[in-house]
């Protein structure tokens, strides 16, 4: 199941899942499923779809076991629907399931309300293409975004005043869906509510120059910066749940700009696991429903990981199961 948030024709944010290359607007359709299914009045039934699947993805996300449990509830009764192929509204009104270009796609949480981790250096290629030592095993570099870097798919990456290189990159994002802490490997998985596609844009020109010991500064004092820029990390469109995505160790991705491949590779080359991640950053950070974490750009050395970007790029960021995620770079 792939779910994803949405603005429809009336200008109102809703969440929906993916269903025959359609969206469904899943509070809607929980609507109509406790009226017809459970036999609540309909204005009642209204107010609880709206408590128990908002429209804050994040919300939802906080939710967690409920959440996840009304989300595929309303997900199974709408995809019977559609298969007799009829336009559908809830009781109250709404209309239920959308043509995709009837609507449109948001970055699956608003404004990232949660909190965003990114990981780097998490690709063997980084050794050999920047000639950079990794991070001791087990282990990769992090850092923090901040809410103003994530945009949504057709949104515009800004170029910066500070930098005159900008790269992209590709990544798997694992957004947390049960909060915890000192979580095992073993365990990962139940804290996981599922995976979307991640632009990573870096301000390149501000870290040339970095090197080892007293040659890494002043560049390295500004090593965040070069990052968290605004709209510098497009997420979306959709989420995949982990129904959909047994395996994210083996998950194809590439980026495209002007649609040419730049950058390509598989998740199964990450140096630290995606369950492994997850206990690297929760031995002593609680991990909160909502979080996002970004695994690390994606590459090989035929296709190194960060490929550079001017503005009017079109840059297009796919991972195999989920989606690709589409950006322009402007002035």
Known sequence: MKVASFKNHAGQIRIGTEIQGKLADLTAGLEKYLVEEAGIESQCAKDVANERLPISMFDLIRREKEGQADLKLAGEFIRKLAEKGEVVFSPTGDKIIYGIDEVSLLTPVQKMAGRV????????????????????????????????????????????????????????????????????????????????????????????????????????????????????????????????????????????????????????????????????????????????ISTGAIGTLEYPPEAGVKVGDITEAMIEHIGTLRNTVVA
């Open 117 to 292: 981790f990114n990981m780097e250096y998490n690709y063997p290629a980084y050794k050999t293409v920047y000639n950079t030592d990794p991070p001791n095993d087990g282990t990769t570099a992090m850092f923090m975004m901040e809410p103003e870097t994530i945009i949504g798919p057709e949104d515009f990456v800004r170029w910066p005043t500070t930098a005159n290189e900008v790269t992209a990159a590709v990544e798997l994002g694992i957004l947390i869906g049960k909060t915890g802490k000192r979580i095992s490997q073993a365990n990962a998985s139940e804290y996981i509510f599922g995976y979307t596609v991640v632009a990573d844009f870096t301000g390149m020109s501000i870290l040339r120059g970095i090197g080892p010991g007293k040659k890494a500064f002043p560049e390295a004092f500004y090593f965040t910066r070069a990052m968290i820029m605004d709209s510098f990390q497009p997420v979306g469109p959709f989420i995949a749940l982990q129904d959909e995505i047994p395996n994210p160790q083996k998950l194809a991705a590439e980026l495209k700009v002007n649609g040419q491949v730049v950058s390509k590779g598989n998740t199964s080359d990450m140096r630290v696991s995606v369950a492994g991640l997850i206990e690297f950053l929760s031995q002593d950070i609680t991990l909160e429903a909502g979080d996002l």
